[in-house]
């Protein structure tokens, strides 16, 4: 198994442009979510998905679009890039089990650089 | 106020220090208590999971929960260089589907 891939690694934006983080995950876990990771601040929860085509909205969605069509993957749009969206990026999904929660794996990351 | 606190360190040891890392909580909702290693330009690994209260153990590395003062620690035993990473505390409510991370701390072990 791959685990979880995200395309690409490194990302370099100018302000007003978009783009697509990709993230895949080849385990059939049910939840899929994305997170920006910036220094003191932690993992922020940007969008998270519990299935093929059910989204829902983090901590700090704004800025950011997701759509989950398939259960392997959950791209991130960033529709129109700005400097405080300068970040890394980080795709995680788990199996969904009632009343526990399963190992969240993530993915290597995506640095994006917005000038 | 943040959902879980975290001091971000940066911690500093020398090699075969005994480490303490810690996270205080303010939601009484949370039953599940995850501790991260993020090695640098890595994504974040799974190190230990508990649920409720109590001590969990593996190897060098023991988990504890205080859910009355809502308090959770990690300690590391006899630390190695090779444990130098960025640890996350992560937690959960039961029925919800979000994780609520810490701040993490960067510790270094210094040979």
């Known amino acids: 198994n791959a685990g979880v891939t995200q395309t690409p690694k490194f990302q370099v934006l100018k302000t007003g442009q978009s783009m697509t983080l990709q993230c895949a995950q080849d385990?059939?876990?049910?939840?899929m979510s994305w997170y920006r990771q910036d220094p003191g601040m932690g993992l922020r929860l940007i969008h998270y998905s519990v299935g093929a085509g059910i989204t829902d909205q983090g901590e700090v969605p704004n800025g950011y679009n997701v759509s989950r069509s398939t259960t392997e993957d959950f791209p991130l749009r960033l529709l129109s890039a700005a400097p405080s969206q300068t970040s890394v990026y980080f795709c995680?999904?788990?199996?969904?089990?009632?009343?526990?929660?399963?190992?969240?794996?993530f993915g290597p990351g995506t640095r994006l650089t917005v000038l | 106020q943040k959902e879980v606190e975290q001091d971000p360190g940066p911690l500093s040891v020398p090699e075969g220090a005994i480490v303490s890392l810690n996270c205080t909580y303010s939601n009484s909702a949370f039953q599940y208590f995850m501790w991260y290693r993020q090695y640098s330009r890595k994504g974040p690994e799974l190190l230990m999971y508990t649920y409720s209260s109590g001590n969990k153990e593996d190897g060098r590395f023991t988990a504890q929960v205080d859910k009355s003062s809502k308090y959770i620690s990690l300690f590391i035993r006899d630390s190695q260089p090779s444990d130098s990473a960025t640890y996350l505390c992560a937690m959960g409510a039961q029925g919800a589907q979000k994780l609520v991370f810490g701040q993490g701390t960067r510790l270094t072990i210094n040979p």
């Open positions: 995680a999904s788990r199996a969904t089990s009632r009343g526990t929660y399963n190992e969240q794996f």
């Open positions: 385990m059939n876990h049910e939840y």
